[in-house]
């Protein structure tokens, strides 16, 4: 079995590379501190692939992490501290596993790459 994470940004924010690349990493951390064990070391094993995927907005992302979480993927939802491009609280991305790559894929399989 092949193994994922993916991380969702928000397109609309517009941030910049390095805003962006640290929330992703909170995302990637946050995520897999949450996940199995099991699942984490078959992950690892396999080369720990990683996505970074882009979604419109803040409603796509919270449409997207609901259906995750009903197949039962864990996922982590990043709000900002506010202390540089946007406001505290804002909602910049979502990790996702890591997880089957089939049962990722079945749900963000139809977004494009950041």
Do not use: F
């Amino acid at each position: 079995m092949k193994y994922k994470q993916v991380i969702l940004v928000r397109e609309d924010l517009k941030l910049p590379r390095g805003k962006m690349s640290a929330q992703v990493s909170h995302a990637s951390v946050d995520c897999v501190l949450k996940s199995d064990k099991k699942i984490i070391e078959k992950w690892k094993d396999r080369g720990g692939k990683k996505v970074v995927l882009k979604v419109v907005d803040e409603k796509e992302l919270i449409k997207y992490m609901s259906m995750l979480e009903n197949e039962g993927i864990k996922v982590a939802l990043i709000k900002d501290a506010g202390h540089t491009v946007v406001e505290p609280g804002t909602i910049t991305c979502l990790g996702v596993g890591p997880d089957s790559e089939e049962k990722i894929d079945k749900i963000t399989g139809n977004l494009k790459m950041v």
